[in-house]
């Protein structure tokens, strides 16, 4: 990278991808994994995620991916759904393959969020 | 399912409402392991606009008046280090990162390395071409093995973009960082102790002055900052010293991050202005003490901070404040007690971390915390006496006038603060032989309310000492003579019929 | 800090010792970067004998007693091996106050060691540890890279069980 144009160009070009605005991916799904995340069992919920998008033929049209801390250790595991269009996002809490799997099909796949999975349905 | 309608994001939680994330901003939201996702988020945008608009003395106005202060503890003006730096005329600078976060219950610089790794990157290259260095140095704890992971994948990201290395955007601004791996050593947060482990030494701090601004590593002038304070460096540059000293307090601008955890509802990591009070942290974030417990205390600062009591819940947070009360900002640790813990024993529980933690090099530290902690180990044995208590005052302010380093000069902090400001509870430990709190296990006792017990006999069969005596179906008792008080009845007995006092 | 020096002789193998010899090579005399080659060091032999400082020592032009210092300084090097399972449980802060203390005794009762010992078999040895960082976790222990979450004493020995003769 030479100049500021050339980042700008990958600051245009990223951002419209991530906030789902270059019509790449419909949703976006980050999970949680910084070293909390990992510890309360993050990783088999990632990789449940990327397989049930994959079999379910969405890989083309869904992102999954990681990021670092959310901030609410008590109710890690967690992913968020960002969606196309919408505004905010879904945070589904005290996740893990099981029910990760409930949601790709549910939410990722059909559309419908599955409440009793989110941070304000979800009792300690 | 009530009728109300419940949020489903994180972002319309009580516990996030009242939160404000800069250094944060970016943590959870991107993913670290990609470098576009973070220029996406105007990532290396500052460092651009510092290469090409900025003097290394504009940038260092601009961080001086924003009135940005350390974040890792002592709350030293950022501007005011790197101004230093930039007035000491050398061949050789060096800009270091403080990532050895020692404090035990403290995880806000691992989790922005962790998520948002970049961010520090970036803020060091921007202190390197303020102050005139060429090279920098992140000492991050080796028991951090997945933020080394993500700051060694990015910083081989932005080698490759040619955001560090040489000529970076094309101006004859050359930076490079290496990483060095702390070995366990709490002392090695001290920035003097730091630069003498960098150089591959026994993390012994030296005698300031020199100053590392003027004296640092390998002898040259050197800008030490921790993680959380680089992370708030860009967005100063970008969006201005005055949008940054518009939040906060009069004399600490911006935020802090809180690790907060202990007898808490929502442990988490909690990001608000500074001002903010630990009412609201407690109460409307941190949703509050579980189980019906009363709130007691708050530790901040770690092993070199204080006990803030319930009677200063609604006072604001900033770095002054906190002094004023006894204790210390520290790097953002928030440990929230409830009645259930002893304070004697908390302070004794901090002294014997840095009694482990004392680096031996000089005696006041290496000898008094010991000492120290002998006293309390009399005390919360039933042993003290009033006598003691004095000594030990005596003793902590030997230690804090007389110790090298900010290790020794805090330590006997948590031992003041608790004695200060609950030293009924030292006096019952010394006078009444009782802990209040019913933790200290050589002053407590078992008792079986009689009206409660049923004489199912469960507890004489689990005692290993055979204490305890009664007939099936009668009121039992316990020797005190004989019971070891390991609680194993208690934790049998399913009418609640046992008490420690 | 006093720590326990191994008894156990010394049975570093030719592929160890290159491997190590390596990572001298790669720091190129420099000699600050002492620290990261014990690390090393450590990674390739699970603890530090006197036959690796004196390797190190010599590899790196320092002298012995320099190694020796910076071995005892930190508390990452041990100059004991750890067990097939090193277990550690957290006694900061946050899993102090939500009864760490409690856990580690019973580790210890359980195997029949103190903390910083190994036990006779070699299977397991014990150690506390200053915050891993999962606070909301609390109390929690680590048995080599798996983390535990509110551990109480009578998880404890499902724990134990679990990597018992794996």
């Not at chain 2, 996702?37 to 290469?51: F, Q, S």
Request: hydrophobic share 35%; aromatic share 8%.
């Amino acid at each position: 990278m030479k100049s500021l144009e050339d980042l700008a160009e990958i600051r245009e070009r990223t951002k419209a991808l991530i906030q789902l605005k270059d019509g790449t991916y419909e949703k976006r799904v980050v999970v949680g994994m910084a070293t909390c995340g990992i510890s309360a069992g993050a990783r088999p919920v990632f990789d449940t995620l990327k397989e049930e998008v994959e079999s379910l033929g969405l890989s083309d049209k869904i992102e999954v991916t990681q990021t670092g801390c959310i901030g609410i250790c008590q109710f890690e595991p967690v992913f968020e759904v960002y969606e196309a269009g919408k505004e905010g996002k879904v945070t589904y809490v005290k996740m893990d393959a099981e029910k990760a799997k409930k949601v790709a099909e549910e939410h990722l796949k059909n559309g419908n969020i599955v409440y009793e999975y989110t941070i304000g349905y979800t009792k300690l | 399912m009530t009728n109300v309608q419940q949020p489903v994001s994180l972002e319309d939680t009580p516990f996030y409402k009242k939160q404000l994330r800069l250094a944060l901003r970016n943590c959870g939201i991107i993913n670290p392991e990609k470098i576009d996702e973070y220029i996406a988020m105007d990532g290396y945008m500052a460092l651009g606009k510092v290469l090409t608009e900025m003097t290394p003395q504009t940038v260092v106005d601009t961080i001086l008046a924003s009135g940005l202060r350390g974040r890792g503890g002592g709350g030293f003006p950022t501007g005011r280090k790197w101004q230093f730096a930039l007035n000491n005329v050398s061949d050789k600078k060096y800009v270091c990162c403080n990532a050895d976060e020692g404090d035990p219950g403290a995880f806000m610089d691992r989790s922005v390395l962790e998520g948002d790794p970049h961010a520090v990157i970036e803020a060091m290259a921007i202190a390197g071409y303020a102050i005139g260095a060429d090279e920098g140095y992140i000492y991050v704890r080796a028991e951090y093995p997945t933020a080394i992971k993500r700051l060694e994948i990015a910083i081989g990201q932005a080698r490759e973009y040619g955001l560090l290395g040489k000529n970076i955007f094309g101006t004859d601004f050359n930076f490079d960082i290496t990483l060095r791996f702390g070995a366990g050593a709490f002392v090695c947060g001290e920035e003097t102790s730091l630069l003498t482990s960098i150089e591959g030494n026994r993390g012994e701090p030296r005698p300031r002055p020199p100053f590392p601004a003027v004296k640092g590593l390998f002898g040259k002038p050197t800008i030490i900052n921790n993680v959380e304070t680089y992370a708030n460096v860009c967005q100063i540059i970008l969006k201005g010293a005055e949008w940054f000293s518009s939040i906060g307090t009069e004399k600490s601008k911006g935020t802090k991050v809180f690790a907060l955890g202990g007898k808490i509802k929502n442990t988490g990591l909690v990001e608000v202005p500074m001002g903010t009070t630990l009412r609201e942290i407690i109460e409307e974030i941190g949703g509050g003490i579980p189980n019906g417990k009363k709130f007691k205390a708050a530790q901040t600062g770690g092993p070199s901070g204080g006990c803030i009591p319930a009677e200063f819940i609604d006072t604001p947070i900033d770095y002054d404040n906190l002094i004023a009360i006894g204790s210390m900002m520290g790097s953002g640790g928030l440990i929230v007690m409830d009645e259930d813990n002893c304070m004697v024993d908390i302070a004794k529980f901090f002294l014997d971390f840095t009694v482990d933690e004392s680096c031996g090099k000089c005696t006041p530290c290496r000898i008094g915390t010991r000492r120290l902690y002998e006293i309390l180990e009399k005390i919360t044995s039933g042993n003290g006496t009033l006598e003691d208590l004095d000594r030990m005052e005596n003793l902590c302010n030997y230690i804090k006038a007389n110790s090298l380093c900010g290790l020794g000069q805090t330590a006997p902090n948590p031992v003041l603060s608790t004695y200060k400001r609950f030293r009924d509870e030292y006096i019952a430990h010394v006078v009444d032989k009782k802990c209040p709190a019913a933790v200290c296990k050589s002053l407590l006792c078992y008792e079986i309310t009689a009206d409660k017990c049923k004489g199912c006999t469960a507890c004489s069969r689990v005692c290993p000492v055979g204490a305890i005596s009664g007939t099936v179906k009668n009121p039992h008792s316990i020797d005190k003579t004989k019971c070891i008080k390991c609680g194993a009845c208690m934790e049998r007995c399913k009418f609640g019929a046992i008490v420690k006092k | 800090m006093k720590k326990p020096i191994s008894k156990i002789p010394f049975n570093g193998t030719p592929e160890q010792e290159a491997k190590l010899k390596a990572a001298i090579e790669r720091s190129n005399g420099n000699k600050s970067e002492l620290i990261y080659i014990m690390q090393q060091a450590q990674d390739i032999y699970g603890y530090l004998p006197y036959e690796v400082q004196v390797m190190i020592a010599e590899g790196m032009d320092v002298p012995l007693e320099k190694v020796y210092g910076v071995a005892t300084f930190y508390s990452q090097f041990a100059l004991s091996p750890k067990g097939k399972n090193a277990i550690s449980v957290c006694l900061g802060t946050a899993c102090y106050v939500k009864g760490s203390k409690a856990v580690m005794d019973k580790f210890s009762s359980e195997l029949g060691i103190e903390p910083g010992q190994c036990t006779a078999d070699g299977e397991f040895s014990l150690e506390s540890c200053r915050c891993v960082g999962a606070c909301g976790l609390a109390p929690v222990c680590v048995v080599n890279d798996d983390v535990y979450g509110k551990v109480t004493p009578e998880k404890v020995v499902e724990i134990i069980a679990k990597y018992k003769s794996k």
